[in-house]
């Protein structure tokens, strides 16, 4: 495999029409009978082959994602046929599968007697730019690092003439700030800028097409947890102030009504300013609902004055003790959403489907277009009405599905639990005060919720009682994704506030700044010097230098606001 440059034309082929992470496949016939190929990716779980063109069509430009099956027949009188159809027609000739390379070429040599495929053109090596890039950072990382130990004087000088403050040490009190939850926040801020500015193009980074777990998925629930885990101080800061009850119900109101304003007009941007197609449900819509109820369930049960548990059995889970009020309310809420998910079925769809729809489990017979989701669909198509909601989920592409909101209602309810989650964390903070008590409690929860998650989807991407899905939210996406979140909690806590090898640069930055970091981001999506073109733009080692070069900037931009001192919250 070369490194990632395409030669510009290959046989006759030009190659600057392939895209990112496609390829060239030729068939070769040898007979006088028309045939027909059909393909099946294995990015499309449950779906029929379907039908791609003529075999004098070719070449066909194949994506390289993921495995692809093809079937050769001798007629096309059907789009699609499901795999167990094809497996007794009387037209199919072959079929096989191949795993393709990035700018390679193909061919499919058929005949009625065999069918075999053989590389033509050797693919490029897409994740080399991954390997360059790092290591620049590497060594940009250490350069910074030797520079301020060898010349740190002249490096503050030099900030000083900026303007920016000198960072000040932590002064030592009893409750000294916790870098490690700022670090773990701007973690997740950048990997999202980074996402959302294309991941360099690699398919990893991007959201899973419906089950299973990339990424991008990450992020948000990160986020929310980490909300959750904040929340826990908020609560304490009220009742030891002893503000009144209709002050902390304003406070807490207000905080969530700016989220989720703020979401809807971000929802805007691109000119989607026509209010009868206007989209409601976002990623700040449903941080202002989380937030809204978990931090007045959080407040409402907690007592003034926190029980003494010195001496007592269950002083080792005093942590969960003191929340099984708030663990009972929130479990009721789960019971509610999966009840809902898995008894109600949406008009002309299955009672449980929690698939993709569109060609998901199609037959000639029956088949799930308009299902996509289930019942958690159908709701945000009622109550939002279809030109209200997200109109291009990740399955449209690949199962042809129709609109659907990552946001919605339903998933609203698991989200507020993934939130509580984290409150639970952020409350074994307060609870105990020794390192080893905190991480030991965030290592076990983090097992907890795997082993939990991992049951659930029977550790399969498809075939579990409960795949792990973002869209919908599901239960098991919300311990897997949890359970991550702890452990990370527990890495950084121990690097950064036990230990202290670490500070938390640069992420702590970012995340001192997260509302202003994602607001802005939002705006300035397609705006230089956060992004440009150059060239055609379709190679990884084009796409990922660009992608990394608009998240840095954000982190620098977040660097000089923490020098300057300027935070902005909601």
Known sequence: MAWESPVPIFD???????????AYLR????????????????NCDGCPWQVMGNTSQTPFKIHTHHKTKFLLRLGNEVKYITTGEAGGDDQRICDLSAEFGEFG?????????????????????????????????????LLWWGLNKVAGKHVSRAAKLLGWHKEEEEKKSSRPRVRSLDTFRGIALVIMIFVNDGGGGYWFMEHATWNGLYVADLVFPWFLWIMGVCIPMSVKS????????????????????KLFLLGFILNTLGGWINLSKLRVPGVLQRFGVCYFVVSLVGYSFTRAETVQTAGLWWAKIADVVHLLPQWVFMLCILALHQLVACLVPAPGCDAGYSGPGGLHDWTPEKNNSGCIGGITGYVDKVFFTTPHIYGNPTAKGVYSASAFDPEGILGSLTSIFQVFLGYQA?????????????????????????????????????????????NLWSISFVMVTSSFAFLLLAVLYFLIDVKRFWKGQPFFYAGMNSILLY???SVGYNLFPFHFMIGDMRTHAAKLPEALWGSSLWVIIAFVLYRKKVFVTV
């Not at 068939?27 to 294995?42: D, K, N, Q, R």
């Not at 409690?441 to 899905?469: E, F, H, K, M, Y």
């Open 519 to 521: 607001c802005g981001h």
């Open 238 to 257: 009220s009742i030891k102030k002893e503000t009144p009850v209709k002050t902390v119900v304003w406070q807490i109101t207000v905080r969530s009504v």
């Open 426 to 470: 952020g409350y074994i903070l307060q609870v105990y005060s020794g390192h080893i008590d905190r991480i030991g409690r965030w290592i076990c929860w983090a097992a907890l919720t795997g082993i939990l998650g991992a049951v659930l989807c029977g550790a399969s991407q498809n075939d579990g009682w409960v795949p792990v899905n973002k």
């Open 105 to 141: 070429v193909y061919d499919l040599n058929a005949s009625l007697d065999s069918c075999e495929i053989s590389e033509a053109l050797a693919p490029v090596y897409g994740n080399m730019a991954l390997l360059v890039c790092f290591l620049v950072f590497l060594v940009a990382g």
């Open 27 to 42: 068939i070769h016939w040898g007979e006088e009978t028309p045939a027909w190929v059909y393909s099946l990716s294995g």
């Open 12 to 22: 006759g082929l030009d190659m600057s029409e392939l895209e990112t992470d496609q």
